[in-house]
């Protein structure tokens, strides 16, 4: 499914949309790496699309529709793993979470939320940070987000 199809017509971030991975930044398209299976449809910058009304606040980087079956929409962060920054990536979440309730259709959800570490990762398996990931449902992937049929 694409990002398209899953926000609201009357959405202001329908017009923001790109097709593929062009709404990433540059150096965050080698970041996600896409399969036969498994392709990028179309994104949404997220962060840049709330800056103006959400300011200082914490904002979650991209919003992507993917070709998976089971993950047609997927949202990414791009962000320093450091222990430091797990309650920052969980209130991104729930900032995004608080956005998407409104512009997104009756029924559609964000499948997956991943953050790409943007450097060296420092938290492990079985920490309680980790643990904190996963009670709020955001996988850390590493550097690189690979995209395949049963992510």
């Known amino acids: ?9 009357g959405t202001v971030l329908v017009a923001a949309v790109h097709p593929g ?9 080698e970041r996600i790496v896409e399969s036969t299976a498994a392709r990028v449809i179309d ?15 914490n904002r979650w980087d991209y919003l992507l529709g993917t070709s998976q079956a089971g993950l047609p929409l997927i949202a990414v ?9 797990v309650k920052v990536l969980i209130a991104k979440k729930r900032a995004a979470e608080a956005v998407l309730r409104s512009a997104l259709e009756p ?6 939320w991943y953050w790409i570490a943007s450097g060296k990762t420092v938290i492990t398996r079985n920490t309680p940070e980790a643990r904190m990931l ?7 992937v590493g ?3 690979h ?5």
């Open 43 to 57: 994104s949404l910058d997220l962060d840049t699309q709330t800056a103006a009304e959400h300011g200082n606040e």
């Open 107 to 112: 029924g559609q959800t964000v499948k997956r």
């Open 21 to 29: 991975k062009r709404a990433l930044r540059k150096a965050d398209r």
């Open 134 to 140: 996963d009670a709020a449902g955001i996988r850390l």
């Open 77 to 85: 962060e791009v962000h320093p793993a450091n222990t430091g920054e």
């Open 1 to 9: 499914m694409s990002v398209r199809e899953a926000l609201a017509p």
């Open 147 to 151: 995209l395949m049929r049963d992510s």
């Open 143 to 145: 550097s690189q987000l």
